[in-house]
């Protein structure tokens, strides 16, 4: 099993371009989120899913807009990047909720994606 | 935004020392989680806890989930090279919810 897989893992944007981040795990969750870490602040969430078909807004959402139309799948779109958006993005993927280890408390995080806009 | 506090911001111990750090909140939070952050990997999950007082461990990891039920702490006994690395936690408001509030990490280098 890989895991949970990202796809960049660098990627360099001027201002006002548009980009997607890819994330896909092979470990039939049904729960699917993307988290951005900055620099001396925790990891903060952007969007997540509870299952294909499906999205919702987490803490920091303006400017991302996401899509989940396959349950392995899970795709973070910047369509006009900002500088702000300099971040390195994390995607997570978990069972249902629940908690313990088949539940929402484990979440299986990405190497990451670092991103930089100029 | 709303973020939890963890203390100390890095530290740097000798191979063998204990290890102690925590992170505390304003809210009261149902969980607490604690996550290892190894350089250029995602964060994985070390310990869960679900009751106030409750102490779990995990090899030489221990944590507790505070009285209060808005602090937790985590112990590392005997530390050794590969415990480097940034140490997260997490608490989880209420249950049946999927966000999750993270702290500001404690960067921990280990001297042989």
Redesign the interface.
């Given at each position: 099993n890989a895991g949970?897989t990202q796809t960049p893992k660098f990627r360099v944007l001027k201002t006002g371009q548009s980009m997607t981040l890819l994330c896909a795990q092979d470990m039939n969750h049904e729960?699917m989120?993307w988290y951005r870490q900055d620099p001396?602040?925790?990891?903060?969430?952007i969007h997540?899913s509870?299952g294909e078909g499906t999205t919702a807004k987490?803490?920091?959402p303006d400017g991302y807009n996401v899509s989940r139309l396959k349950k392995q799948n899970f795709l973070l779109g910047l369509e006009s990047a900002a500088p702000s958006q300099t971040s390195v993005y994390?995607c997570?993927s978990s069972f249902t909720?629940g908690?313990?280890i088949r539940g929402?408390?484990?979440?299986y995080?990405?190497?990451?994606t670092r991103l930089t806009v100029l | 935004g709303q973020q939890l506090n963890q203390s100390p911001q890095s530290m740097f111990i000798q191979e063998g020392e204990d290890v102690s750090m925590n992170c505390t909140s304003s809210s009261i939070f149902n969980t607490w989680l604690w996550y290892k952050q190894d350089p250029g990997e995602g964060p994985v999950l070390l310990i869960a806890l679900y009751k106030a007082g409750e102490l779990t461990s995990n090899g030489r990891l221990t944590a507790q989930f505070g009285i209060t039920r808005k602090d937790s702490f985590l112990n590392i006994s005997a530390s050794i090279p590969s415990d480097v690395g940034i140490y997260f936690c997490a608490g989880r408001y209420t249950s049946g919810t999927y966000k999750y509030l993270f702290g500001t990490g404690t960067r921990l280098k280990v001297l042989a």
């Open positions: 949970v729960y989120y001396g602040m925790g990891l903060r969430l997540y509870v987490g803490e920091v994390f997570a909720a908690t313990g929402t408390d484990t979440q995080f990405g190497p990451g | -």
